[in-house]
């Protein structure tokens, strides 16, 4: 346990390097958009200086979120098991999953790296930096991080253990299992299943396990290209290449920059005085307590964009006044749970950046056209919950305020129109052409540090406190986009792509078939594993076949983030749900809580429908 203490420091003073990093991120692109548009004073070598510090982030980032449990794993199950038995997943993901994809990246990596120290490799762009197998050895030094981390895991799991032996029967028995699938390898022998099934199937029983996504998806991919003839490991030695890519790539930087935005904002009590103001300001109207939950969850949305923080905050702000005044707990907690996913659709929603990075498309545009979608929810859930209150008045009864409505109009306009103003910079700015999602994203973060201030909560550990979560987040999410990029070429090596795409253009042959099968397919998974898992690994064997059929692909892109937005609801595994669960604790069971957002599903289901029915609504905006 001392040995594990001290590589955990290690991984400790990575993380708050890289929460100091995702700062100065951030200011310099503010300052550098800044300089660019009011004085036209621009820098090549400061534009790669802001993505150096964003590899930085996320890479340095990876040992520090495994260090604190925040790579995902689906916990359908896992939450069941008892003490030895997480103990033991979590020994297994290290030795069996995480450490030898981590090995073999790394030997890559290193490749990679020496041959551009070699070559003295400089930026192609005229004023760029020099040397730049930096950033490359960067790339080698987290997966030795991250390795070094996966060993404190082992043993501090280790530690834990109450009946060892149990786990070292489960050792033996993979010992033995790699013996047998050696010797079939050895012999030749042909699979008895397609490997495509086989390597799918394999991830989902190691998913619902509770083994973490990311590690799941890169151990699994080397676990296939060990045993496939036509795959070999050379196939995985592009993948640090392949990862440097992701590196490189400006869009995603608005990943890191938009979620320490919104964790700012998240501590600066904005929804705690918009959901006050605002159930005020409706409370006289029936069922005007659930209708001001889903305005303030639609801000929240625009501003956030954490479906996770929304619907804790909201659980712990509005529902005890809900439950207080009478409302039903179903109308409660459904209303709660449905406004506090709307962060998936509306933007800057981290899902379609995601998406325009996987289907190479502009986030400008998704952005747009998810502005209708986005609106057509929250008219339908507003619409839903009036009619409600107006069959059932005694389940959602109008409060009676004693304050002059002028009063509590002003107190409203007052809590609304800072975070309004916020809204309108970033997102105009990005439909304007004028920023791109990245300099909006960081003039932003500028943003709400300012309305921290102005709520005057502003204070270093509420920026360390954003800071150091955004650098988990952003790990957790890079981390499963290596391994889902792992994944998926060995899938592709596999013939899966291929398989998938004759199946759909010559099986299926009809592009309203395709449509209703991908849909019915995103869906299904959704009820089992998170939107990020689905859009690293679906979404890039759809793209190729959303082309042959000659389907909008920012329409498309739509749908499915509509479609992601409804699996944070799904009972019983929806992580809305959990959200709402356990900040609820026993206010409201969780029967209450899964019929309450039954009708919100339909409702989502029903948008969705009209967007498919009427896909130039998404056009409003502009193309």
């Not at 689906?74 to 999953?97: E, N, P």
């Not at 190691?206 to 590690?215: C, E, K, R, S, Y």
């Not at 409505?405 to 107190?411: E, T």
């Not at 391994?483 to 592009?511: H, I, P, Y």
Request: aromatic share 12%.
């Amino acid at each position: 346990m001392k040995l594990s203490y001290y590589l955990d420091r290690i991984s400790k003073y990575a993380g708050l390097l890289a929460a100091v990093l995702v700062t100065l991120l951030a200011l310099l692109v503010a300052y550098d958009a800044m300089m660019r548009y009011l004085f036209s004073a621009g820098s090549i070598a400061l534009q790669e200086v802001e993505w150096h510090l964003y590899d930085a982030v996320f890479l340095l980032g990876l040992s520090y979120a495994l260090k604190h449990g925040k790579h995902v794993r689906v916990d359908i199950f896992f939450d069941r098991y008892g003490h030895d038995a997480k103990h033991i997943i979590q020994i297994l993901s290290m030795l069996l999953l995480l450490l030898p994809f981590a090995a073999l990246f790394t030997f890559d990596a290193y490749d990679m790296a020496l041959q551009s120290y070699l070559q003295h490799e400089v930026s192609p762009d005229p004023g760029g930096l020099g040397a730049r197998w930096v950033i490359k050895s960067v790339l080698v030094l987290s997966f030795v991080l991250l390795m070094v981390q996966a060993l404190s895991e082992v043993l501090k799991a280790y530690h834990q253990l109450e009946h060892k032996k149990m786990l070292w029967r489960i050792l033996g028995i993979v010992v033995l299992l790699g013996i047998l699938v050696y010797m079939a390898w050895y012999n030749r022998m042909a699979f008895w299943v397609d490997p495509v099934f086989l390597m799918f199937a394999m991830a989902l029983v190691l998913l619902l396990a509770g083994f973490q996504v990311a590690f799941v998806f890169g151990g699994t991919a080397l676990f296939f290209a060990l045993i496939s003839d036509e795959v070999g490991l050379h196939v995985l030695e592009m993948l640090p290449y392949r990862t440097y890519g992701i590196m490189g790539n400006i869009t995603l930087m608005a990943v890191p920059l938009f979620i320490f935005m919104g964790l700012i904002l998240e501590k600066s009590k904005m929804a705690e005085e918009l959901l006050h103001s605002m159930g005020q300001l409706f409370g006289s109207v029936r069922g005007g307590l659930a209708v001001s939950v889903v305005l303030v969850g639609a801000i929240l949305a625009a501003s956030t964009g954490i479906v996770g923080a929304s619907v804790v905050m909201m659980s712990l702000i509005a529902l005890p006044l809900m439950l207080k005044q009478g409302y039903a707990p179903t109308l409660a907690s459904g209303s709660i749970a449905a406004s506090g996913t709307l962060g998936q659709l509306i933007p800057p929603s981290i899902v379609l950046i995601v998406l325009g990075d996987q289907m190479h498309l502009s986030v400008g545009d998704l952005f747009k056209a998810a502005v209708v979608p986005g609106v057509l929810l929250i008219v339908l859930y507003i619409l839903y919950i009036l009619l409600f209150a107006w069959l059932r008045p005694n389940a959602a009864p109008a409060i009676v305020s004693d304050k002059p409505y002028s009063v509590v109009l002003r107190s409203a306009l007052k809590a609304i129109i800072p975070p309004l103003l916020l809204i309108g910079a970033v997102l105009g700015s990005i439909f304007a052409g004028i920023a791109s999602p990245t300099e909006s994203a960081a003039v932003g973060v500028v943003g709400a540090m300012a309305l921290a201030a102005y709520n005057r909560v502003f204070s270093f550990s509420l920026l360390r406190y954003a800071a150091v979560e955004t650098v988990k987040l952003t790990a957790m999410i890079f981390m499963i986009l290596i391994g889902a990029t792992a994944f998926s070429l060995v899938f592709n090596e596999l013939g899966g792509g291929d398989m998938a795409l004759q199946f759909f253009t010559g099986d299926v042959g009809s592009k309203w078939a395709f449509i209703f099968i991908a849909m019915a397919v995103i869906f299904a998974l959704g009820f089992f594993i998170d939107f990020i898992e689905i859009a690293f690994v679906v979404v890039p064997i759809l793209v190729p076949i959303v082309a042959s059929f000659g389907i909008d692909p920012v329409w498309f892109a739509i749908l499915i983030a509509m479609n992601l937005q409804a699996s944070f609801l799904t009972p019983p595994f929806g992580f809305a749900l959990f959200y709402l669960k356990g900040a609820a604790g026993d206010r409201v069971s969780t029967a209450d809580i899964y019929k309450g957002v039954v009708p919100f599903i339909g409702l989502q289901v029903l948008a969705l429908l009209i967007i498919v029915l009427f896909p130039d609504l998404i056009h409003l905006f502009g193309r």
